[in-house]
């Protein structure tokens, strides 16, 4: 990504990829990214709306039944708000963290599920 804005309430990431060439390298047959690099133009980015994980472009539901809290008696979080979305930086390189907890009830036990990636960002 070339920029990626998280709203205050972590509920809520924004993100810009960067253009293609028109035309496949030559080399490598691939279409390279335009330099200098710029934006792309597509509004892209994920809303956690409720209980939901939803593409804001398309509105497509990715991911259901997220709950807010951390239900593990084990963390130092148990019991706390989380935020779906954070800045944070991995050694010295702008980074930005997506982490969910989901909850599937089930008759003997509910079985949560814990989803967390971090995701490099391209400086300009």
């Known amino acids: 990504a070339l920029d990626v804005e998280i709203s205050d309430d972590g509920k809520k990431m924004y993100y810009k990829m960067p253009a293609r060439a028109e035309a496949l390298d030559f080399d490598t047959a691939e279409f390279e990214l335009k330099i200098p690099v710029q934006w792309d133009g597509v509004e892209r980015g994920y809303v956690v709306d409720g209980d939901k994980l939803k593409d804001i ?68």
């Open 57 to 124: 472009r398309t509105g497509h539901v990715l991911v259901d039944h997220i709950i807010a809290h951390d239900p593990d008696p084990n963390s130092t979080q148990y019991k706390q708000t989380y935020r779906p979305f954070t800045a944070t930086s991995i050694g010295s390189e702008r980074a930005a963290t997506i982490n969910l907890i989901t909850l599937r009830p089930s008759p003997l036990q509910d079985r949560y599920i814990r989803m967390k990636t971090s995701v490099m960002l391209r400086n300009r």
